[in-house]
């Protein structure tokens, strides 16, 4: 099992969407915070962070799925699910499901879920929030693959009692992760939180160089990477 954290103490940022807003965890050696942001450029301008690791697609394919996601999936075998397939770009222009699911079936050959479209505003605000180029310090992290690198006991779903001590114990040895839930944001519910310190310390991973991925990387045509950390 791996045991890497920070060796020097340089903050990063991991976050998960949740509600519209974002559940970061800003982590500076064992220490880290839990906030509450309301937007991506809210994320990008937490001060200090070195690398953000951001648990939402970044790349956008232009005619298909993605090798990151499908690769993603595989890597978790029964947990694969928790990986939705990132929409086509052409998506992004727009505000109604059908219009989306047709711009989906133009270029891919079919419509996107209820689920992926959930995260459409999400993947978007944060599309619009990179810039062009893209913020070199924002990479796309997923926290199954990192629990899961942490520790290959992680197995029962993150909403259940199991789920929830199974993540706390993987992240204990690389971070104070009990006095991070002791101070949490009011109302912000525990796996949201636990994946924000699963995105940081793939954060860290990456700010490293100890990062592992899925994806070559290739940039989509706005310049974002299309590759999945851990």
């Excluded at 880290?32 to 994320?43: G, I, K, N, S």
């Excluded at 989906?104 to 062009?132: C, F, H, K, M, Y």
């Excluded at 940039?219 to 590759?227: K, S, V």
């Amino acid at each position: 099992m791996s045991r890497v954290c920070q060796a020097r103490h340089v903050p990063v940022l991991g976050v998960d969407g949740w509600r519209g807003r974002w559940v970061g965890a800003l982590l500076d050696g064992r220490a880290v915070t839990l906030l509450l942001l309301p937007d991506a450029a809210a994320v990008l301008a937490v001060p200090g962070a070195a690398v953000v690791g951001v648990d939402m697609p970044i790349g956008l394919a232009e005619d298909g799925p993605r090798d990151c996601d499908v690769a993603a999936r595989r890597r978790l075998g029964r947990a694969g699910s928790s990986v939705f397939p990132a929409p086509v770009r052409a998506v992004l222009a727009h505000d109604g499901y059908p219009a989306a699911c047709t711009a989906s079936r133009e270029v891919s050959g079919r419509a996107i879920s209820v689920q992926t479209w959930n995260l459409v505003p999400s993947i978007r605000s944060l599309d619009d929030a990179l810039g062009s180029p893209p913020d070199p310090r924002v990479a796309e992290v997923h926290p199954e693959l990192a629990f899961r690198e942490l520790d290959e006991r992680v197995t029962e779903p993150k909403a259940s009692a199991r789920g929830v001590a199974q993540r706390i114990r993987a992240l204990e040895p690389v971070m104070d992760v009990l006095d991070a839930l002791a101070e949490a944001p009011p109302g912000v519910p525990v796996a949201d939180c636990l994946d924000a310190c699963a995105a940081a310390w793939s954060a860290a991973r990456v700010l490293s160089g100890a990062a592992k991925c899925v994806g070559n990387g290739d940039a989509d045509r706005r310049g974002r990477p299309m590759r999945i950390s851990w």
